[in-house]
């Protein structure tokens, strides 16, 4: 069965509602290829001017009567610039298969009222698989229509726990070319962790970042932004291909254990690790738990080869410019590879005697691993911080910014609070490890389900870099690169026929 996604819009200014936002859905469904696509958002865009136009914008009427006349026009027809966004990732996501869905979040969380009619909202996110919100940004951030929608996420208890491990990506229009897109787009998936769903970028094809990054200002505006186009159509395939994967997982179970890679980071004389120690064991049936201590070597930091990796070559070769011997990332290469679920883990204190870390120089070494097409795509990854009560380095944040961009899935990170040593929350550690092996294991086994989906679609797509894209392009990268991929997809078809039973009953083939 085809995943469901769900298409949020989520700007005042959204030209649809209610009918018109059914009927948009029925358009979308007629659109072809690309041309059709772009052909559709740019007479959409002219239309939403045009009413401008005719509400009043020509004559310089205020902007509250134009507006109260553009919402008399009835919400059929016409884009705005948040919806063009999201028509494009809609439209990725059927190009991946999906079934889509629409509603404008305006309707529920009128400008001058109380919600309306949350019930629909909650039954259509019930039954959705994902769901993308486009909103604009506003002074760096959401606007108010996505921040009520999160309220009401968080105020409902029993919809938290159906929406639980369902997938979100989002889409972020500015007038600015740096206008807080990324920002907005960071903040609110943190928000979209927290409740419990499962966080995914946009896709490999525009280099794995936090979603669609809309740049456009004038109404009308947006189909000129091809780029910011392109990552809301990759962020729709990605949250496409990810419920997919997901669905898949139902047909199979795992016959061993999902493997759960702590990589220790910043530690102070094994503090992090003796702190979880007693947690481990509370999981210790659902995963096989190994704790990478990265502290052990020195770790160099990157020193941004203009193309990286070395060469192309299989997952397995260590393809890092920086080959010293006690180099830390050279030596653990092999054991980074095979983790199911990651959990990068650091320690941090409000003083930093006596802290080692390596932490920023892992993860720019880790580039190598990225730009090898995506080695840890589709890996589920649960940042963990223990902080000292009063610390405020943030790094669950920056560890989420870093670990998205390898084309992974963001599970909500795992904060446990220290105060004179001592862990005062290890329940909610505890909850977050279960809940990060619960939904790896779903994912591990959507992924080995479903692994000719990995072919074509994750592929390093070098933007912004000529040198390497021109690399990219001789016959014989080309061809070493096709061997690559075909060593991946047999160690994969290999790891799926050792690990995988099929469930009775599901409707396609479990092992390959
Ligand atoms: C209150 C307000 C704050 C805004 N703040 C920002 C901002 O911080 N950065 C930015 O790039 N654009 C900002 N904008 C511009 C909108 O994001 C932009 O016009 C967007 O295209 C609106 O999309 P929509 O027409 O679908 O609502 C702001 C607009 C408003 C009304």
Aim: hydrophobic share 40%.
């Amino acid at each position: 069965m085809k995943p469901r996604i769900l298409g949020l819009s989520a700007s005042l200014r959204n030209a649809r509602s209610k009918a018109g936002a059914r009927r948009l859905v029925t358009e979308l469904k007629g659109l072809g290829d690309r041309a059709d696509l772009d052909r559709y958002l740019a007479e959409q865009a002219q239309i939403h001017l045009d009413q401008f136009v005719a509400a009043g914008r020509a004559e310089g009427l205020a902007f509250d009567e134009l507006y109260r006349r553009l919402r008399a026009m009835g919400g059929q027809r016409g884009l705005s610039n948040s919806e063009i966004c999201l028509v494009a990732a809609l439209w990725g996501a059927r190009q991946e298969g999906a079934a889509i869905d629409h509603l404008p979040l305006a309707d529920h969380f009128p400008a001058d009222g109380n919600p309306v009619a949350l019930d629909r909202l909650k039954a259509a996110l019930r039954a959705a698989d994902g769901f993308v919100l486009s909103t604009p940004v506003y002074f760096g951030d959401r606007g108010s229509l996505s921040q009520r929608f999160i309220e009401m996420l968080r105020a409902d208890t029993s919809l938290r726990a159906d929406l639980a491990g369902k997938v979100y990506g989002g889409l972020a229009v500015g007038a600015k070319r740096n206008g807080g897109q990324e920002t907005t787009l960071i903040y609110q998936m943190l928000d979209m962790l927290d409740v419990g769903l499962l966080g995914v970028g946009n896709d490999s094809e525009t280099t794995s970042q936090y979603g669609g990054t809309g740049h456009a200002g004038d109404v009308g505006t947006m189909p000129k932004d091809t780029y910011g186009i392109n990552t809301s159509i990759g962020t729709g395939r990605r949250i496409a291909r990810v419920t997919s994967q997901l669905r898949t997982a139902r047909d199979s179970r795992l016959v061993d254990l999902p493997r759960v890679d702590l990589w220790v980071l910043q530690d102070r004389a094994g503090a992090l690790v003796g702190a979880l120690a007693p947690l481990f064991g509370t999981v210790a049936e659902d995963a096989e738990i190994t704790v990478l201590d990265l502290l052990s070597e020195p770790i160099r930091p990157c020193i941004a080869c203009d193309i990286c990796p070395t060469k192309v070559g299989p997952d397995e070769e260590y393809r890092c410019i920086i080959k010293r011997r006690d180099d830390g990332v050279r030596n653990a290469h092999h054991d980074l590879l095979h983790a199911d679920v990651i959990v990068p883990a650091v320690l941090s204190p409000k003083h930093r005697d006596g802290l080692q870390s390596v932490y920023q120089e892992f993860m720019e070494r880790t580039r190598f691993l990225r730009r090898g097409d995506y080695v840890f795509t589709d890996r589920l990854v649960a940042p963990l911080v223990l902080a000292e009560v009063g610390a405020t380095e943030h790094l669950d944040v920056r560890m989420m910014t870093s670990m998205l961009r390898h084309h992974t899935v963001m599970i909500k990170p795992i904060v446990g609070l220290l105060r004179d040593g001592r862990l005062i929350n290890p329940e909610d550690v505890a909850d977050g490890l279960a809940g990060a092996i619960a939904h790896g294991r779903r994912l591990l086994t959507g992924r080995l389900g479903s692994i000719s989906l990995e072919h074509s679609s994750t592929a390093y797509q070098p933007v912004g870099y000529v040198l390497a894209q021109a690399k990219d392009n001789e016959k014989e990268t080309m061809t070493a690169r096709e061997q690559a991929t075909r060593q991946r997809l047999g160690r994969l078809a290999d790891e799926a026929r050792r690990r995988l039973a099929r469930v009775e009953g599901g409707s396609t083939a479990g092992a390959a």
